[in-house]
């Protein structure tokens, strides 16, 4: 099943070997947004795995990504050259897709402009957040990483890299599949970068222990030195009873900005049935997440915690089911709350 007719084969085969359990999210998609949502991700996922890469010095990612930023933008006719940084992936499909990069650029020119201004303003936001976690955590040396500055930062960083998806995905959903009122309009934009504001702080607080051996702690040092903690305490998973009380708060907050994704789902119209599907799916499998970090260790890098694709596979199924009557998927979504 191709994306669009606007997305040809090679990047849908991108797409799906790059984007996992959000490929799932692309093909519920409705068609009038499918292709933009697609190659926003992918362009994102490019400048993810440029920012992320474990080996390349910091300079040379931070040039990367400004070369990229500018191409993407329309600032430069110059491809960055990325081979370097695609040989030293472990990722056999983020390797494909830095030296393939020129097909995701290459298919913005065959959006309209409207949809192309947006692409690029959302993509140049992402990019920015990408761009201040390398300058943040760059020279983070082996065993001693460096924590944000306050809750601003962290607030900061996950509008940046995922609440402004959330305004593209409203952006487009309101251009190309329905229309509403001023007061329902500005009330989806609120709920829609808490949407991704939510997603993104979930993966943080799941992937500490990763972070972490990257020199990088999103937990910022003030509220870590309330509870008695210093970044470096988070590398020891006997120190998890005593981080678990600020852990615990961070997860309450994960999910209010979940219960933002809710309401933003009840906006939607009943008869967008593939949007409202596509949006459910994610809020499910972050409820679910949040149950399992409730309890869990995180602090064990050995016991990553995940949602299994069985349980993926369950709650696509009863997404489905719920999605075609009235207050049934609220009724679904209310139920999976982690509290």
């Known amino acids: 099943m191709k994306l669009s007719k606007l997305i040809n084969a090679e990047i849908d085969s991108l797409l799906e070997q790059t984007s996992r359990s959000f490929y799932i999210t692309l093909r519920v998609l409705p068609e009038g947004i499918r292709a933009q949502i697609g190659l926003l991700y992918l362009l994102a996922r490019a400048a993810d795995t440029i920012a992320d890469s474990e080996e390349g010095s910091i300079d040379e990612r931070l040039r990367a990504l400004?070369?990229?930023?500018?191409?993407?933008?329309?600032?430069?006719?110059?491809?960055?050259?990325?081979?370097?940084?695609?040989?030293?992936?472990?990722?056999?499909?983020?390797?494909?897709?830095?030296?393939?990069?020129?097909?995701?650029?290459?298919?913005?020119?065959?959006?309209?402009?409207?949809?192309?201004?947006?692409?690029?303003?959302?993509?140049?936001?992402?990019?920015?957040?990408?761009?201040?976690?390398?300058?943040?955590?760059?020279?983070?040396?082996?065993?001693?990483?460096?924590?944000?500055?306050?809750?601003?930062?962290?607030?900061?960083?996950?509008?940046?890299?995922?609440?402004?998806?959330g305004e593209f995905w409203t952006h487009m959903s309101l251009e190309h599949l329905f229309e509403t009122d001023a007061e329902t309009r500005e009330k989806l934009f609120e709920t829609g970068v808490r949407f991704g504001k939510a997603l993104q702080l979930i993966n943080i607080l799941r992937d500490i222990p990763e972070d972490l051996a990257l020199g990088r702690c999103y937990i910022p040092e003030p509220v870590l030195a309330e509870h008695g903690l210093k970044p470096g305490d988070l590398l020891d998973s006997r120190n998890?009873?005593?981080?678990?009380?600020?852990?615990?708060?961070?997860?309450?907050?994960?999910?209010?900005?979940?219960?933002?994704?809710?309401?933003?789902?009840?906006?939607?119209?009943?008869?967008?049935?593939?949007?409202?599907?596509?949006?459910?799916?994610?809020?499910?499998?972050?409820?679910?997440?949040?149950?399992?970090?409730?309890?869990?260790?995180?602090?064990?890098?050995?016991?990553?915690?995940?949602?299994?694709?069985?349980?993926?596979?369950?709650?696509?199924?009863?997404?489905?089911?719920?999605?075609?009557?009235?207050?049934?998927?609220?009724?679904?979504?209310?139920?999976?709350?982690?509290?």
């Open 240 to 339: 998890m009873e005593k981080f678990r009380p600020l852990f615990g708060s961070y997860i309450d907050k994960a999910e209010s900005h979940l219960d933002a994704a809710v309401e933003y789902i009840g906006l939607l119209p009943h008869r967008q049935f593939r949007l409202r599907g596509a949006c459910m799916l994610p809020v499910l499998i972050g409820q679910r997440t949040l149950i399992l970090l409730r309890s869990a260790n995180v602090l064990d890098g050995e016991n990553r915690v995940k949602v299994l694709r069985p349980e993926i596979k369950q709650l696509k199924n009863q997404t489905i089911r719920a999605i075609l009557f009235r207050g049934k998927s609220q009724r679904l979504l209310n139920k999976n709350r982690s509290s």
């Open 66 to 165: 400004d070369e990229y930023d500018r191409r993407v933008k329309g600032d430069s006719e110059t491809l960055p050259n990325l081979s370097n940084l695609a040989g030293l992936q472990s990722n056999p499909a983020e390797a494909k897709l830095l030296n393939q990069i020129s097909l995701p650029i290459s298919a913005l020119d065959q959006f309209a402009e409207a949809d192309k201004v947006r692409l690029r303003e959302c993509l140049g936001i992402i990019i920015g957040g990408q761009t201040l976690d390398l300058q943040r955590f760059g020279g983070a040396a082996e065993g001693k990483p460096v924590p944000l500055a306050d809750e601003n930062e962290l607030d900061d960083y996950t509008y940046r890299v995922a609440g402004s998806v």
